[in-house]
């Protein structure tokens, strides 16, 4: 199950935790837009999927799926962690479903605070299109997860503040006022 909080400002070390203040994930809903479900890890094996991640996948049209492992075998490691921690967007959803490990997904909430979302196997998270976020490992080194998307899947992140411009960040920044 996923665990959430605002981070310190310490620049040293983002895989530490940086714990500054624990929230729920209807907090995190709330100011970011982010969802997030958990799976028994037993329900999210391809051959026993539980009706309700089949339901999700369904209702949310999410017909292609992949997998990827962030470890330090990876190809060209300290280049990808570069790429996965500097702050960026998508013009789509960015869906994961956590098979195996740990990790840390970190988003902007609307003051454009950092908060912290430690993610681990069964967890599902879903961050908005348009919505600044990064990744890194926790200090384990290691997480596996599936890759959903509706269609043909696009992965590329947008920098900020290049993403500033993308019409998707006012879609999203329009939606988050929404819910005040
Ligand atoms: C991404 O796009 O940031 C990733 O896929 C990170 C690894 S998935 C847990
Ligand atoms: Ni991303």
Redesign the pocket.
Known sequence: MVQCWYMDDRKEDPQDDHLLEEIDTTTLCNRTGVEVWYFHPDQIRPDNESPSLIKLKKDRGYTYEDE?K?DPSMENYEAKLKT?FSEHLHSDE?I?L?LEGS?FFDVRDREDKWMRIHVFAGDLIILPAGMYHR?IPDKHNF?R?R?LFVGEPI?TPINRPDGDAHPCREVYVEHLHHND
């Open positions: 990827i962030v996965f960015e994961r956590i990790g990744f997480i997860a890759r992965w």
